[in-house]
């Protein structure tokens, strides 16, 4: 008799899992990928908000399913033009940015000229205002790029810098406009200080760790750079007319030349409102960029963040601060100097230098070329502190553009460390826990995203130390040996925390290459 075989069980239709397509198919047909997007700010919805799987294009700009750590997708057209677009465009805000930042670096130079009785403490505290409130706001900035999207918070960004500009303007144009209101637009421009923390949070996300140290380098080195451009055309500017659409001369240099010292603020309204539009049609939200309040909590708990804080301030720090304090400077001590041919130079070359950095970085590794520059701006300074004493402007010029490139070499160096160590930390916490790597790997690059936003806050103080420092120098000896006898002793500190913690053999970091 025959006997029938049962046939095996089907799964039904409504449970087989779908097929899911490689990165590099999704990679192909993405750009007819489309996906819903709210009715009214067309930001992802909790529904079609995704990690994974082929890059959308959503309302607003905003993308989703970027993933530049994946080989394949990062060789594709929506991988690294994607962020090379975004790069540009970011480069661009954050430069004018840090022009607008430290635009009282080189305004006070001639505010006496202009008829503003302040004092050389005064107009320190000008520069170090400015300072102060950007290194505050660089802890808010840093999670607006999540909050609300790289691109959207990087025109809104831009837009507020025309509230400082507008406030120099009419302060300007006003002899008898009181020293408080020039504190309020110093504290004003420090906006221009925040935009370097939210531009570098939103960019991080853009490239792969093994690409992020020159990638970093150059947005930080592009930002960096406009203290340099400030310092080099406001002296141009305020002393040619033709381009000064409000008022009229304001004042008379000693050489007799006519001030216009308007165009110091007016100069850069086009190029504000140039990278806000550019930045708005051009740059994009990722759906990927993610941040909790809890994540900020556990980078601000570990003592690396505190650690590459204080390391920070000696490199970024000596940067900001001494390219603020640079211009006054040379006035004290070198009357005779022409101050627009000099005072751009060191931020230029720190700037430069700053992707070289990073580059240096991603090869010998970070802490090995922080050690280095640390050890080498302490004997720098020394070599200013000589350069004083003979009273050579051609010594302490040179000494003190060393000391900028080995400064710029350090920012990019230190900003490349900071993920790695995050890195090695979680891998370390993840083989006690036992989770698995794709584990490990997100919980590092959510707390080294929040621990830059920190660090990069901490780091900037050094933009209010190095003026005060000179300031009250001058205050309690006449001079400013002591203050540069200070920061010689806070360099041969970072040597020493740098060695220890980072490159001493048998430590985890110096494992993990650090």
Not at 154 to 162: D, I, K
Not at 194 to 206: Q, T
Request: proline letters at 6%.
């Amino acid at each position: 008799m025959a006997t029938t075989t049962p046939a095996p069980a089907t799964t039904p239709p409504a449970q087989t899992p779908p097929a899911q397509p490689s990165r590099a198919s999704a990679a192909a047909t993405a750009a007819t990928t489309a996906a819903p997007t709210t009715a009214t700010t067309g930001t992802p919805t909790a529904a079609t908000t995704r990690t994974t799987g082929p890059l959308v294009r959503l309302g607003g700009r905003w993308v989703d399913g970027y993933d530049p750590e994946d080989r394949a997708y990062w060789e594709s057209p929506l991988g690294r033009p994607v962020a090379r677009r975004n790069l540009v465009w970011s480069i661009l805000a954050e430069n004018i940015g840090f022009s607008v930042w430290l635009l009282f670096s080189i305004t006070v130079t001639f505010l006496p000229a202009a008829g503003f009785a302040f004092s050389t403490d005064q107009l320190f505290w000008l520069v170090s205002t400015a300072a102060i409130v950007g290194a505050v706001l660089r802890v808010p900035y840093t999670f607006m790029p999540a909050l609300v999207g790289g691109r959207n918070w990087t025109v809104v960004s831009a837009l507020l810098l025309l509230v400082p500009l507008g406030m120099l303007t009419t302060a300007v144009l006003d002899p008898t406009t009181p020293y408080w209101f020039f504190l309020l637009t110093a504290a004003a421009a420090g906006v221009g200080g925040g935009n370097f923390a939210s531009s570098m949070a939103s960019i991080s996300h853009f490239f792969p760790d093994r690409e992020k140290g020159l990638a970093l380098g150059l947005n930080a080195a592009g930002g960096n750079i406009g203290v340099a451009v400030v310092q080099l055309l406001v002296p141009k500017a305020v002393l040619v007319g033709g381009i000064a659409v409000v008022g009229g001369v304001v004042g008379t240099t000693e050489a007799g030349r006519d001030l216009y010292l308007q165009n110091a603020a007016l100069m850069w309204v086009p190029l504000v409102v140039l990278a806000a539009v550019g930045a708005f049609f051009f740059m994009d939200n990722l759906g990927s960029a993610t941040f909790s309040f809890a994540g900020q909590a556990a980078a601000a708990a570990r003592r690396q963040t505190w650690v590459m804080s204080f390391l920070y301030i000696g490199t970024f720090g000596s940067f900001i601060g001494f390219s603020a304090a640079f211009p006054l400077l040379i006035r004290n001590e070198f009357p005779a100097v022409d101050l627009a041919s000099y005072a751009f130079l060191g931020a230029l070359v720190g700037s430069v230098a700053r992707p070289f950095g990073g580059w240096l970085a991603d090869r010998l590794g970070g802490a090995r070329v922080t050690l280095v520059a640390f050890l080498a701006m302490a004997a720098t300074v020394g070599l200013i502190l000589a350069a004083l004493a003979s009273g050579s402007f051609t010594a302490f010029l040179a000494a003190f553009l060393v000391l900028f490139v080995l400064v710029g070499a350090a920012n990019g160096s230190t900003y490349r460390m900071i993920p790695i160590i995050f890195r090695a930390e979680a891998a370390e916490l993840a083989a006690a826990r036992g989770e698995d790597g794709p584990q490990t790997a997100a919980r590092a690059r959510r707390e080294a995203a929040s621990a830059i936003g920190l660090i990069s806050a901490v780091g900037a103080a050094g933009g209010v130390f190095i003026p005060r420092g000179l300031s009250e120098s001058y205050l309690a000896t006449g001079g400013v040996t002591a203050a540069f006898v200070a920061f010689l002793a806070f360099y041969v500190a970072c040597v020493a925390v740098t060695w220890s913690v980072y490159v001493r053999p048998g430590t985890l970091f110096a494992r993990a290459g650090v």
